[in-house]
């Protein structure tokens, strides 16, 4: 049999889509997640270990019981607003924690690493599309710790071999096309499952923060990318990697701008509901347009979105919050 695949965060939004769809792909999975932000019962497609990056001997353990063929990490946190607050709790978890992996993987000689890493390691956008060239600039700790961990890993596949793709997203969103998996994020920060709740009943309304930017509606432009598309790109640069491919670094976007009003006004057509809007001011350091330039992804891995339209990343997102309405 093949080597299992580690999954780090696997019982998290993305992880635990990412367990299902290599499954799918015949791979058997070991989930290693400490379940601060993620669920048992999402990880049911993997072997679920229950522990934290900062154990160095349950990873030890780990690694010492079966050899893995690769490790994909999504264990971090993400919380923009929260790492301004608490800037210690991202460094340790998102940078001291990933090392603690990456010597764990060094003792045991797994040499091959996949990266959940994001748009915000760029800060204020110079232009857009943003490609891999755009300068990086983080303006938070949470985009700063994920640039920390892309410069630990050129310097450990410069002295130790380890070759990694640092895939960096720009707005994750929709639920698994069957329905089985979804967003579950407490508290929830992320817009389509904000106005979905209000769609639901289960928020009283949706909050735009400023319609005065430099775009044709006035509300800020986002790439939103279907979370299935974004799993299939990990899929294939783990192939890439266990074919012995070179470290890379990618965004991943489906390079189409959404407005915050195109998403509400979709989302009221989708659900049929009427969705009540409270404006807002401006929120500091809001972009007025991020859209991903993702021609390195297409071109080196092959990757094509399949879900790229927004109605039906908000079809799909809509039919999990549904089921959440009556489960939680």
Known sequence: ??????????????????????????????????????????????????????????????????????VLHFAALSQVGES???PARYYRNNVANTLNLLDAMDRHGV????FSSTAAIFGEPEYTPIDEAHPTRPINPYGRSKRMVEEML????????????????????????????GERHDPESHLIPL??????????????????YDTPDGTCIRDY???????????L???HLLDGGASLALNLGNGLGFSVQEVIDTARRVTGK???????????????????????????????????????????????????????
């Open 154 to 181: 050129g310097d450990l596949g410069r002295s130790q071999g380890l070759r990694a793709v640092c895939l960096r997203y720009f707005n994750a969103a929709g639920a698994d096309p069957e329905g089985e998996l």
């Open 274 to 328: 009427d969705i009540p809007v409270r404006a807002e001011a401006r929120r500091p350091g809001d972009p007025a347009i991020l859209v991903a330039d993702s021609q390195q992804a297409r071109s080196t891995l092959g990757w094509q979105p399949q879900y790229a339209e927004l109605d039906t990343i908000i079809a799909h997102a809509w039919a999990w919050e549904q089921q959440k309405g009556k489960c939680w």
């Open 84 to 86: 301004m607050q608490i």
């Open 111 to 114: 040499r091959s690493f996949l």
């Open 1 to 70: 049999m093949k080597d299992p695949i580690l999954v780090v965060g696997g019982a998290g939004y993305i992880g635990s889509h990412m367990v299902k769809m290599l499954a799918q792909a015949g791979h058997r999975v070991v989930v290693l997640d400490n379940l601060c932000t993620g669920f048992a019962d999402a990880a049911r497609y993997g072997t679920l270990v229950e522990g934290d990056l900062a154990d160095s001997a349950l990873l030890d353990r780990l690694f010492g019981e079966q050899h893995f063929a690769a």
């Open 237 to 239: 640069a783990l192939e």
């Open 225 to 235: 990318i279907h979370v299935w598309d974004l799993c299939s790109a990990h899929l």
């Open 195 to 212: 106005v979905l709740q209000a769609a639901s009943g289960r928020r009283p309304q949706i909050a735009v923060f400023g319609s005065d």
